[in-house]
């Protein structure tokens, strides 16, 4: 046996429970992994109209991120074009927000991707279940999450 560290938080995440839950919003990834604790629900947050990623304004907001910071992007937008350092779920890579950079940008923000994360594990999001409904049957079992007990 060569394991340096046992990892049992991949086999079963469980953070912070159950006392935290009263306090705050926790959001998992797809995958069962949790990427974001909150202070508010994700939904009170605004939306940007470029790609409804929701808005959180780092200096009167307290959260806290479990992700890793993965590539730097260029995107287009019609103000110009804006510099993102995207940030990905720790198990399974999924983009799931960013912070962004260029001349429409005057403060510090992070975003979050509409529809990458849900407040409750195992769930997919409305908006995913339907592009997920539309591929073969194949690919549809090999993706599904498995449900909690
Ligand atoms: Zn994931």
Same mark, same amino acid.
């Given at each position: =046996? ?14 912070? $429970?159950?006392?935290? $839950? ?9 995958? *069962? ?22 808005? +959180?304004?780092?200096?009167?907001? =307290?959260? !806290?991120?479990?992700? !890793? !910071? ?9 103000? *110009?074009?804006? !510099?993102?350092?995207?940030? *990905? ?12 950079? *260029? ?42 999450? +498995?449900?909690?007990?």
């Amino acid at each position: =046996m060569s394991y340096s560290r046992h990892r049992a938080r991949h086999h079963r995440p469980r953070p912070y $429970r159950p006392d935290q $839950r009263k306090n705050f919003n926790v959001y998992y990834c797809l995958c *069962g992994e949790y990427n974001l604790i909150l202070e508010r629900p994700l939904a009170e947050f605004p939306q940007r109209a470029t790609d409804q990623a929701y808005i +959180i304004n780092n200096a009167t907001n =307290m959260y !806290k991120w479990n992700v !890793k !910071k993965g590539t730097e992007a260029i995107v287009k937008r019609e103000s *110009g074009y804006e !510099k993102q350092l995207r940030f *990905g779920c720790p198990r399974c890579e999924l983009t799931v927000g960013y912070n962004a950079s *260029g001349d429409s940008f005057a403060g510090d923000y992070t975003y979050i991707i509409a529809d990458a994360l849900t407040a409750e594990q195992g769930v997919i999001p409305e908006a995913l279940q339907a592009e997920l409904n539309a591929t073969p049957v194949e690919e549809q079992a090999e993706n599904q999450p +498995i449900p909690s007990p």
